[in-house]
């Protein structure tokens, strides 16, 4: 059979390869990807080993945004990393390399990676292109804000068309320092991805020759015998999480590399995050909160600029592995100790965007488990206001853009979490047009769901326990006070005691919205997001 795919005599000593593709025409993010992977078996072939393509998934998390196909995007993860560990387990593969560009894409991979403790490597498909709109960069987050606007009437439709026919010009994935790009700038910190290949274009020649580049040094990794759990350690988490704060990353990180250390078998809590942000300051301006895009970072140095900062701070472990067989302090000796002086994306030390990190862990008798909010940027960062409690997503957004969430409001959207939802929808939406109607800084945003790495405001998400196994967000009730403290990372309903054990008594979980299929199975084995969401946690003791 393996002649029938092309092996020759010769090609039975060589190293077998997996090439995990991750291409599809169902998002912009993945349409390049094709190409990348063919340059990687050329790639491959021409270092002496064999490679095998074969297929994965991707789920679009923008375009399924604010309907029930976003239930499936967090369960896609799930699926990813079981059809990579399934495809080069099963048949016997020596090393992987992986190309992926939509939000799962990565961590699915990695997680695969880690289980499987092969070599491997991760190629990301790379970032989009800014669209262009009266003097202003577009991202895909620029069409959801707009709805939020139009709708405030701040805006007309026909300026609301042309920004959402601009916003995505061509192939890659999202273009601020959204899920994807973080998720692609954290891997390259983790060293395992080539330096500089998290922020290049999808359509520009760098990547596709990074691809080939990758693929090479996969298979020395091999002859090596370099492992995942060699480069996937405590030191290099923490390294990625640093970075991660660095250039103001997503909330979803926190979500994923809980789940990629379970993975690998390290130790990682929620509270490791606020341990690191607390001494990271946030060192580049970009969008979603911020000015530019991944683009613009790559022209200002990149990650490797980054990490170079840090590590001249104490901020990096410069001993730990990377994937070429050097050592991050190996990989950025040549990387200059300061950024560019004719750019403002990477911010001086001595002049950060913020003095310390921006994903900040709440706690409080709302979220015992714990809770992630992303602060910088934020006017007001602590608010206490009545609860405006709706059981969905949908609802919450009807409320908004009809005009009936007012400043100073808390909104509660529950039911969903990842056993609730099931699947732990991105609330993107609703936050958006928040921000397009101009309370961003006036109203806050609490949820047992998540939030799209495009999100920012007064906004907490990942709230554990969540309402579906009766966490105390299912016991808000229309009209309580509610304190959301960045400062104090505090998430607190201001009920009595007596009150809250009162209404426990009367509360009753709901029945599983899906009990067939892979909704079905995974509302079934779900684990709490303060653990990553994984589907394997205690496994046998249930």
Same mark, same amino acid.
């Given at each position: 059979?393996?002649?029938?795919?092309?092996?020759?005599?010769?090609?039975?000593?060589k190293?077998?390869?997996?090439?995990?593709?991750?291409?599809?025409?169902?998002?912009?993010c993945?349409?390049?990807?094709?190409?990348?992977a063919?340059?990687?078996?050329?790639?491959?072939?021409?270092?002496g080993?064999?490679?095998?393509?074969?297929?994965?998934?991707?789920?679009?998390?923008?375009?399924?945004?604010?309907?029930?196909?976003?239930?499936?995007?967090?369960v896609?993860?799930?699926v990813?990393?079981?059809?990579?560990?399934?495809?080069?387990?099963?048949?016997?593969?020596?090393?992987?390399?992986?190309?992926?560009?939509?939000?799962?894409?990565?961590?699915?991979a990695?997680?695969?990676?880690?289980?499987?403790?092969?070599?491997?490597?991760?190629v990301?498909?790379?970032?989009?292109?800014p669209?262009?709109y009266?003097?202003? &960069? =577009?991202?895909?987050?620029?069409?959801?804000? $707009?709805?939020?606007?139009?709708? !405030? @009437?701040? %805006?007309?439709?026909e300026?609301?068309?042309?920004?959402e026919?601009?916003?995505?010009p061509?192939?890659?994935s999202?273009?601020?320092?959204?899920?994807?790009?973080t998720?692609?700038?954290?891997?390259?910190?983790?060293?395992?991805?080539?330096?500089?290949?998290?922020?290049?274009?999808?359509?520009d020649?760098?990547?596709?020759?990074?691809?080939e580049?990758?693929?090479q040094v996969?298979?020395?990794?091999?002859?090596?015998?370099?492992?995942p759990?060699?480069?996937?350690?405590?030191?290099?988490?923490?390294?990625?999480?640093?970075?991660?704060?660095?250039v103001?990353?997503?909330?979803n990180?926190?979500l994923?590399?809980l789940?990629?250390?379970?993975?690998a078998g390290?130790e990682?809590?929620?509270?490791?995050?606020?341990?690191?942000?607390?001494?990271?300051?946030?060192?580049? &301006? =970009?969008?979603?909160s911020?000015?530019?895009? $991944?683009?613009?970072l790559?022209? !200002? @140095?990149? %990650?490797?600029?980054?990490?170079?900062?840090?590590?001249?701070?104490?901020l990096?472990h410069g001993?730990?592995?990377?994937i070429?067989?050097?050592?991050i302090?190996?990989?950025?000796?040549a990387?200059?100790d300061?950024?560019?002086?004719?750019q403002?994306?990477?911010?001086?030390?001595?002049?950060?965007?913020?003095?310390?990190g921006?994903?900040?862990?709440?706690?409080?008798?709302?979220?015992?488990?714990?809770?992630?909010?992303?602060?910088?940027?934020v006017?007001?960062?602590?608010?206490?206001?009545?609860?405006?409690?709706?059981?969905?997503?949908?609802s919450?957004?009807?409320?908004?853009?009809?005009?009936?969430?007012?400043?100073?409001?808390?909104?509660?959207?529950?039911?969903?979490?990842?056993?609730?939802?099931?699947?732990?929808?991105?609330?993107?939406?609703?936050?958006?047009?928040?921000?397009?109607?101009?309370?961003?800084d $006036?109203?806050?945003?609490?949820?047992? @769901?998540?939030?799209s790495?495009?999100?920012?405001?007064?906004?907490?998400?990942?709230?554990?326990?969540?309402?579906?196994?009766?966490?105390?967000?299912?016991?808000?009730?229309?009209?309580?006070s509610?304190?959301?403290d960045?400062?104090?990372?505090?998430?607190?309903?201001?009920?009595a005691?007596?009150?809250?054990a009162?209404r426990?008594?009367?509360?009753?979980?709901r029945?599983?919205?899906?009990?067939?299929?892979?909704?079905?199975?995974?509302?079934?084995?779900?684990?709490?997001?303060?653990?990553?969401?994984v589907?394997?946690?205690?496994?046998?003791?249930?």
């Open positions: 059979m393996l002649r029938a795919v092309g092996f020759q005599d010769e090609d039975f000593k190293a077998i390869v997996g090439v995990a593709n991750a291409y599809s025409t169902i998002t912009p993945n349409m390049g990807i094709n190409q990348l063919q340059r990687a078996e050329s790639g491959i072939k021409n270092a080993a064999m490679p095998q393509i074969f297929g994965t998934i991707t789920i679009s998390d923008g375009i399924s945004m604010g309907t029930e196909g976003m239930k499936y995007s967090l896609s993860r799930e990813i990393a079981d059809s990579i560990e399934t495809a080069c387990n099963g048949q016997s593969m020596d090393g992987v390399i992986a190309i992926g560009g939509c939000d799962k894409n990565m961590p699915g990695m997680i695969a990676m880690a289980r499987m403790n092969i070599p491997a490597i991760f990301y498909g790379g970032t989009i292109k669209g262009h009266n003097g202003k &960069d =577009l991202t895909v987050v620029s069409s959801f804000e $707009a709805v939020g606007e139009y709708s !405030a @009437g701040k %805006i007309d439709e300026e609301l068309l042309a920004v026919r601009r916003a995505c061509g192939a890659g999202c273009g601020g320092m959204y899920t994807a790009n998720m692609s700038s954290a891997f390259e910190a983790m060293g395992m991805s080539l330096p500089y290949s998290s922020t290049m274009a999808a359509e020649a760098e990547k596709a020759d990074s691809a580049q990758s693929a996969l298979v020395e990794a091999i002859r090596k015998q370099i492992l759990r060699q480069i996937i350690t405590r030191k290099s988490i923490e390294n990625a999480i640093s970075v991660i704060m660095a103001g990353g997503s909330t990180a926190v994923h590399f789940a990629i250390a379970r993975a390290v990682l809590t929620l509270d490791d995050f606020e341990t690191i942000r607390g001494r990271v300051p946030v060192l580049c &301006d =970009l969008k979603p911020g000015r530019y895009v $991944a683009t613009d790559h022209q !200002a @140095g990149g %990650i490797p600029q980054v990490m170079k900062m840090l590590l001249n701070h104490g990096l001993d730990c592995l990377t070429t067989g050097q050592t302090a190996e990989v950025l000796a990387v200059p300061e950024p560019p002086a004719n403002d994306v990477i911010r001086p030390w001595d002049n950060p965007m913020y003095s310390q921006h994903l900040a862990i709440l706690k409080g008798n709302l979220a015992t488990e714990g809770a992630v909010a992303k602060i910088t940027g006017k007001k960062p602590t608010i206490t206001g009545p609860a405006r409690v709706f059981d969905s997503e949908e919450c957004l009807d409320a908004i853009l009809a005009g009936k969430i007012k400043a100073g409001d808390v909104i509660i959207i529950r039911y969903e979490g990842p056993k609730g939802g099931p699947g732990m929808r991105e609330m993107l939406a609703p936050t958006s047009a928040i921000i397009g109607a101009g309370l961003g $006036a109203v806050g945003l609490i949820t047992d @769901g998540r939030f790495g495009g999100t920012y405001g007064m906004v907490v998400g990942h709230v554990a326990p969540e309402a579906a196994v009766g966490g105390n967000i299912a016991l808000v009730e229309e009209g309580d509610i304190t959301i960045a400062h104090s990372r505090l998430l607190q309903i201001n009920v005691d007596e009150e809250l009162r426990r008594a009367n509360w009753k979980p029945p599983p919205r899906y009990t067939t299929g892979i909704l079905g199975k995974y509302a079934k084995l779900v684990a709490s997001s303060s653990v990553g969401a589907t394997d946690l205690d496994l046998f003791a249930n």
